[in-house]
């Protein structure tokens, strides 16, 4: 027996591919980008870095990072937070 | 109208003055996208989904539904059965608590149509200067719709509001990817919610709601912000007491006293901030980019709309010297007092050269456009007059 794909299924198709373009968002290499990727975009696509470029000072960036962990509850060890503000203010940020 | 003034070989229309004001990296990961059941909308961020419609989308008054913004804060966004669904009411400040389901609302509650605009707090936020975080968004984050629902009053009439209802408090079905990602609930005065004008809507411009705005009902606030139109709405609550979390204590707040604002939330105030309230005056020209070329000796016509809080527009002038001089354009159709109003300026003949053009929307209220932008952290309000130039060849 063929199984046709009901109505809810096509919908659930169409809802995962309209976040399927994010995988064409590239990131600036560099030692840290893997961790930053993995963090990061556990919650949302990663156009969100490059969308906030390059204007945030270091410490803009660690207040953004700071607020997905404290108000957003990002798991990211504290110990991996100057490793993802270094990389945000080198690539992403500014003076 | 005669479009004779516009030399039609330029096909260079285009926001870029726009584009060059956003943040580089805003421009470079920006891309036309198509949602399912929408045409092409200027993607900002894929996850959540952030879309904003391109500028010449504003050449309709009302925006059509596969045209229309999209903007939110969670990336788990369901899919809703409207069989399904069900809006739960009640709260401490309600004597009754009871469930609708779709047939009730759209049955038990009068139905009630408005046309409305719809913009994001953050609406113009890429064009902050200096620049702040968020999602930098062009002039697309907003949208006027006619909406069909029930009066927000009249469903919290039978909830039995007690006296000490404080704010009307409600929740969408989105979430967060993380269980400890706060939802988004947002609250409004219960003066405001028993305004005749606030709706629970299940009907965007004859339709139902496309998904990404909002089905199978959400929330319409006519002349207040975007952040306060709950889509996808699933519960109200009475409260007695302020709503706290991060959505109100900390987002979409405004310095106190630096705008010209008439609405109070009292019951969420600060001493340095309140909730962002209604929307400041604005207009936007929707005919003209910077470089885009007329004809020297011939009429040049501009077209935009305005908008503001739900005073009304009272006027827009057009001026073509910079500023030092203002002249009237002419309003279009008026479709009440909380919609888009267009406007169209008829420009005599111009001799070649560049021609810088400023538009102004004054409100009923008496407030209009600022010359100069009223800087805030978060970007809201961002109501400056634009400016574009263009070459008359």
């Known amino acids: 027996m063929t199984v046709r794909p ?12 309209a976040f399927a373009g994010e995988s064409s968002i590239k990131l600036a290499g560099g ?3 893997a961790l930053v990727r993995s963090h990061c975009s556990t919650c949302h696509s990663l156009d969100y870095i490059v969308m906030n470029s390059p204007f945030l000072t270091r ?8 607020k997905m962990m404290r108000v957003m509850g990002a798991p990211i060890p504290d110990g991996d937070v100057a490793a993802i503000v270094d990389y945000l203010t080198e690539h992403y940020g500014t003076k | 109208m005669v479009a004779s003034g516009i030399v039609l070989a330029d096909a260079g229309f285009g926001p870029r003055r726009v584009r060059a004001a956003l943040p580089p990296g805003t421009v470079e990961s920006e891309a036309l996208d198509t949602l399912p059941g929408k045409l092409p909308l200027i ?20 925006t059509p539904n596969d045209r229309f913004f999209v903007r939110w804060h969670l990336s788990d966004i369901p899919r809703i059965d409207s069989g399904s669904w069900r809006l739960n009411v009640g709260g401490d400040a309600a004597a009754r608590s009871f469930e609708l389901d779709m047939d009730q609302l759209r049955r038990d509650y009068e139905p009630v149509e408005l046309v409305a ?13 200096p620049h702040v975080p968020g999602v930098e968004w062009g002039t697309g984050a907003m949208g006027n719709a006619r909406r069909k629902g029930a009066r927000l009053k009249d469903i919290l ?18 979430r967060g990817s993380l269980e400890m990602t706060p939802a988004f609930v947002k609250s409004i005065p219960a003066w405001k919610a028993m305004d005749e004008n606030t709706l629970v809507a299940y009907e965007m411009n004859g339709a139902p709601l496309p998904h990404w705005n909002g089905f199978p009902a959400r929330i319409v606030v006519p002349g207040w912000a975007a952040t306060y139109w709950m889509k996808q709405v699933v519960s109200i609550r009475a409260l007695s007491q302020p709503l706290t979390g991060f959505w109100m204590n900390t987002a979409y707040r405004i310095p106190k006293g630096k705008f010209p604002i008439v609405d109070r939330f009292t019951s969420q105030e600060t001493e340095a901030t ?16 910077d470089g885009r070329r007329f004809a020297a000796g011939q009429p040049i016509e501009i077209k935009g709309i305005a908008w503001d809080g739900g005073f009304g527009i009272r006027g827009v002038e057009v001026s073509i010297d910079d500023g030092r001089t203002w002249q009237s354009a002419t ?9 888009f109003r267009p406007w169209q300026f008829a420009c005599a003949p111009r001799p070649s050269g560049r021609m810088s053009v400023t538009a102004r929307a004054s409100s009923a209220q008496g407030t209009s456009q600022p010359s100069e932008l009223i800087f805030n952290a978060a970007g809201y309000h961002n109501n400056v007059v634009q400016k574009i130039v263009i070459d008359v060849v």
């Open chain 1, 6 to 17: 009901g109505p809810l299924l096509l919908f659930s198709l169409l809802a995962a591919s």
């Open chain 1, 31 to 33: 030692a840290q980008s």
């Open chain 1, 59 to 66: 410490a803009a960036w660690e207040t953004e990072v700071r």
């Open chain 2, 43 to 62: 993607k900002r961020s894929f996850r959540p989904p952030n879309y904003e419609s391109p500028v010449e989308t504003f050449q309709d008054v009302i």
């Open chain 2, 117 to 129: 605009v719809c913009q994001c707090a953050g609406n113009r936020r890429g064009l902050s200067d």
């Open chain 2, 157 to 174: 009439a039978r909830a039995d509001l007690k006296k000490e209802a404080v704010e009307i408090a409600y929740n969408g079905a989105d």
């Open chain 2, 274 to 289: 309140a909730p962002i309230t209604e929307i400041l005056v604005n207009s936007l020209m929707t005919n003209v980019a």
């Open chain 2, 331 to 339: 309003l279009g159709e008026n479709q009440g007092r909380y919609s």
